[in-house]
């Protein structure tokens, strides 16, 4: 099978991302690494919804948990009945795809193609010891679909960096900051690459930043309240971030410190792109729940306890970055204003 991850870093790799074989899923737990190298071990689909929950995989992680979750949820049910089959695989669907409420939608993209696909094998008559495979092999191929979409934004987004320069990101884009690095080593071009570590995980310092270091790329961390200064003394050329959501409005909701660093740099008159697909969904920020965290992350680091007892934590996971902030949304279409979005569908 033809596999869209080639000469990518190795958390890219899909099988150090998430991968369903012989009745389990193994999750790379990337809240440690690389620190450590580990793998959760999910023997039933409800551990990995937890999994997504408790952030052992972000980012696009999630997504291809879900999907593989789903074949495992096949395997879990591989002897009921058939209307208790069906009913198993919609619950399942429904658990792993609500496992974080800022993604629901997104989300029930991927758990209903697995649905789908559960439907075209049972009418062929696949034996049900065959199917999660087969939605195994169908969760490659979307990650396969989705890394050359991504393929394409790269390179629009490249196409934006000039030569030799300087690009801050925001926590972990996943896709695009592998798919752009590679699309900017093939042009020759010699990125530098500046990470806010993102705190309370830290996906920043070491998800974002292990990939362009994987790949060779010259790869400078930074604590959270640097970027501003940052951008100014390391000549930042460009500012760019995934977003979990983008409202057909223009809003772009992201990793919590998104927005004040899509500030700094209309200051200083760098540009923001922000990359993804508009969210048909959701029309507004109406239709988005930010999510809240266990605050008490905010008051210790990597299991470190920093505060005295009685001291209390904030932790919103996402903020909300406007549409006058953001110069575009970078999309496999080409560039959109955010004030366009509409555009893309058409």
Known sequence: MYRADEGLAFLLRYENIAWYEDGVVKIL???????????????????????????VTQSGGPYTAASMGMALAAYEARELPD???????????????????????????VVERALSVLEQEL????????????????????????????????????DQIPDGGTVMTQCFAETIIGTLLRECRRRGNAVKMICPETRPYYQGARLTASVACDMGFDTTVITDNMPAYTMKMKQVDLFTSAADVITMDGHVVNKVGTFQIALAARYWGIPYFATGTPNAAHPDMASVEIELRDPNLVTESMGQKHTLPGVKGYYPAFDVTPPKLVDGIVTDKGIFSPYNLKAYFG
Do not use: W
Not at 91 to 97: R, V, W
Not at 125 to 141: N, V
């Open 83 to 109: 209307g208790e089959y069906r009913a198993f695989l919609k619950k399942a669907a429904y658990t792993l795809s609500h496992a974080r409420p800022t993604t629901v939608e997104r989300m029930k993209r």
């Open 123 to 158: 009418e062929k008559g696949t034996c049900r010891a065959e199917i999660p495979e087969r939605l195994r092999d169908d969760a490659i191929a979307r990650v396969n679909e989705n890394y050359t979409r991504y393929d394409k934004i790269a390179v629009h987004l490249a």
């Open 29 to 55: 737990d990337r809240r440690i690494y690389p620190i450590r190298v580990a793998f959760v071990v999910c023997r039933r689909h409800e551990e990995v919804a937890q999994a997504i929950f408790d952030m």
